[in-house]
Every structure is written in structure tokens, then in C-alpha cells.
């Protein structure tokens, strides 16, 4: 059990830990992670006959893994010290962990929410949104992503380098397990009200947003890939249209300034696209997701001299497209244009090919830095 000033819940919860240790016939300890109490929670555990460690860096996570670390047995259930959870009851939790899963995750939302055991903020938008985004990036059948009581497999859990530090370490455990090919279960557990007179440590809106920003890091395809791809899609048929003539909708003329946002539409969501290529590459090389079958196609078919060739090929494309342009302005005598819708339609068309050779060729020598590792093996 994670611990920070739960003096009023902290005997409590050990009793009822040990009083399911002793009817189960189980071989086990209560281990408390204190993070740094001030309320004589460390003389409480000990006193009810729970192992205090010390967690020395703050934060839910480093709790966590401080006791994941220090734990004893075979299989660790972990849950919050604040009586909001009834940890007599864990024959669910035991009887998967028995039946071979490596992780088994506790649902509220199956097993009962208590009156006032959840605000209604988290009960209907943080937890069900959140949990919804986790399972479409990450693709696990999970219902509640950040139920605070489970049980794993220590050596399993251990074995994917858990190191956030704050609330989001829920859903790092969750994802990293999925990623790791843990075998995951899920059982219902009820959520009682927590018997603190103080406020919760957790902050809604920072820690939402914690989770939601370890999901889409974790997840490059959606933080970077699909809204490039949709992005580049949009602005490059608009880009297309206007290369050729002005669209006017319902008296509304789009032209020259609608091409040039266009065009920067283009070059941001490219890189946006090669966001997300770097971020699968870095992220399997230092073993964060695990390496797929077709991981290694990106190197039969793509590779730094490919790479420069096509570069080459765009941005000599757009530099010819600017001197046909200087050209033209150096027969006017650097004068003015008369034609200044068609030349401009091309330099804009010129500094786009231009900007995008560049970024595939310095692109492509970042792409061969971090994948030595990868054509090594």
C-alpha cells in the first residue's frame, strides 16, 4: 500500500489485509511504501504488524515502485491506503493470478461505485474518457484503466521498467504490460468512500491530463501519424485546386494567401508524419513497445540514400520551379510582374517542394542515426 499522512485508514486497512492472509492459509506480508508521512502513519503500520519502507522520492509512482521493489513474494495486490478499497476480500484477484494471468486489474464500474466514493466528474467524463482513449491507442480490453486495486506477477511487472513517477504510473503499468505481452485479467471490485477527513493527494485535472499525455506518448500514431495524415490529405487537396485557379464559395474568394496556408499546411503535417516514424523507431529500439514483424521493412525499403535521392529529386524540382520564376522577374528588368497570380502560384508551389526535399534528406540521416541499433541485429 502506497502511504502519505493515512493515519486515519492506514490500521484499518492492514487488518483487513491480514485477516484475508490468514483465512486464505496464505504465505504473505503487508507492506506499507511510505512516501514521506508527517502523521505517525509508520508508527501505526508497524504497530499493526505491517514492513514499512521508505519511498525517498515523492510522487504515487516512486511509491509504487519503491514497494514493488522491496516486496517479498511471489505476487504483489496493490491498493490505496485510505479504506476505499476492502482488502479482505481478494479471493478475484488470487484466483486469476492462480489461473496464470500476469496482471489482473480490478473493474469499479462492474463491481459497484458507493454513494460518494467517486466524484461525479470522475465517474462520468475522467475515468470512462480516459479509459476509452486507452483502449483505442494501446488496444486493451480493459474497462477501467485506473482502478487502483490489482495484482501482477512481481518478476513480470519488474521486467518493464516502470519509472513514472506521479498517478499517470497506472496507466504506465497497464500499457507497458500490454506491450510486454502480459497476460491481463480483469474482475469487479467495489469501490467504497474513503474514510479521510483530508482532501485526496490526487489532482483531477493535472493528473487527467498526465494520463492523457502518457497515453499519446505511448501511442505515435495517434499523437503524430492519423492527424498528420488527415491533416496533409486536407491541405494538399486545397493546395492542388488553387495551383490552378481561385475557389469562390458563396462569394468568398480563397487565392494567393489560401495557397500560401495551404502550403504550410503541407510542410507541418509532413513533419508531423515523420514525428511519428522517429517515435516508433526511437521507442522500439530502447525496447519502450515491442518490435513487430514488419518493423523491419522500413529498412528494406527505406534507407539514407533512398532517402536523399527523393530529397534531391523534390528539391531540385522546387528550385527550379523559383529560378523559372527569378527569370521571368529578370526579363521584366526586376520589374513588375503583370502576370502576378500565375508566378506567385509557382514560387509558393517551389518553396513547398523545396522545404519538403530538405526535410526528407536531413530527415533521412536522423532516421539512420537512431536505427543503427535496429540494422545491427
Given at each position: ?117 467517486m466524484p461525479l466528474l470522475h465517474k462520468y467524463l475522467g475515468n470512462p474518457v480516459l479509459s476509452f482513449i486507452g483502449k483505442l491507442f494501446s488496444k486493451i480490453d480493459i474497462g477501467d484503466f485506473h482502478c487502483g486495486l490489482r495484482g501482477f ?64 506518448i505511448y501511442s505515435p500514431r495517434w499523437l503524430f501519424l492519423y492527424p498528420g495524415l488527415f491533416m496533409l490529405s486536407a491541405f494538399s487537396l486545397l493546395f492542388l485546386i488553387l495551383q490552378f485557379h481561385p475557389i469562390i464559395i458563396r462569394g ?126
Amino acid at each position: 500500500m502506497p502511504c502519505l499522512n493515512e493515519a486515519e485508514t492506514l490500521a484499518t486497512c492492514i487488518g483487513k489485509a491480514n485477516q484475508f492472509l490468514k483465512s486464505s492459509g496464505i504465505d504473505g506480508e503487508v507492506l506499507i511504501a511510505d512516501n514521506g508521512s508527517t502523521d505517525h502513519s509508520q508508527q501505526i503500520a508497524n504497530e499493526a504488524g505491517a514492513r514499512v519502507v521508505e519511498a525517498k522520492l515523492k510522487g504515487y509512482g516512486s511509491a509504487l515502485i519503491t514497494g514493488i521493489n522491496e516486496a517479498r513474494g511471489r505476487y504483489v495486490i496493490m491498493g490505496d491506503a485510505d479504506n476505499s478499497y476492502d482488502f479482505s476480500k481478494l479471493e478475484l484477484f488470487v484466483n486469476e493470478l492462480r489461473r496464470g494471468s500476469d496482471l489482473v486489474m480490478g473493474n469499479r464500474f462492474k463491481g459497484g461505485i458507493k454513494r460518494n466514493a467517486m466524484p461525479l466528474l470522475h465517474k462520468y467524463l475522467g475515468n470512462p474518457v480516459l479509459s476509452f482513449i486507452g483502449k483505442l491507442f494501446s488496444k486493451i480490453d480493459i474497462g477501467d484503466f485506473h482502478c487502483g486495486l490489482r495484482g501482477f506477477n512481481k518478476e513480470k511487472v519488474k521486467s518493464l521498467n516502470l519509472n513514472t513517477t506521479g498517478m499517470e504510473f497506472a496507466s504506465e503499468m497497464l500499457v507497458k504490460s500490454k506491450f510486454g505481452g502480459l497476460k491481463i485479467a480483469e474482475v469487479p471490485t467495489i469501490l467504497y468512500p474513503d474514510g479521510r477527513s483530508r482532501p485526496p493527494h490526487l489532482k483531477s485535472w493535472r493528473d487527467g491530463w498526465r494520463h492523457l499525455v502518457f497515453l499519446l506518448i505511448y501511442s505515435p500514431r495517434w499523437l503524430f501519424l492519423y492527424p498528420g495524415l488527415f491533416m496533409l490529405s486536407a491541405f494538399s487537396l486545397l493546395f492542388l485546386i488553387l495551383q490552378f485557379h481561385p475557389i469562390i464559395i458563396r462569394g468568398v474568394h480563397f487565392d494567393l494567401h489560401s495557397l500560401i496556408i495551404a502550403g504550410f499546411g503541407i510542410i507541418a503535417s509532413f513533419q508531423m508524419i515523420l514525428f511519428a516514424i522517429f517515435s516508433k523507431v526511437f521507442s522500439t529500439n530502447y525496447g519502450l513497445i515491442p518490435e513487430k514483424e514488419n518493423y523491419r521493412i522500413w529498412y528494406k525499403y527505406f534507407n539514407l540514400e533512398r532517402g536523399i535521392i527523393a530529397g534531391m529529386i523534390l528539391l531540385l524540382l522546387g528550385l527550379a520551379m523559383i529560378c523559372w520564376a527569378f527569370i521571368y522577374w529578370k526579363n521584366l528588368e526586376f520589374g513588375e510582374a503583370k502576370d502576378i497570380s500565375s508566378t506567385t502560384r509557382k514560387v509558393i508551389l517551389g518553396g513547398v517542394f523545396s522545404t519538403l526535399g530538405i526535410q526528407i534528406i536531413f530527415s533521412s540521416f536522423i532516421f539512420r542515426i537512431i536505427g543503427i541499433d535496429t540494422q545491427k541485429r
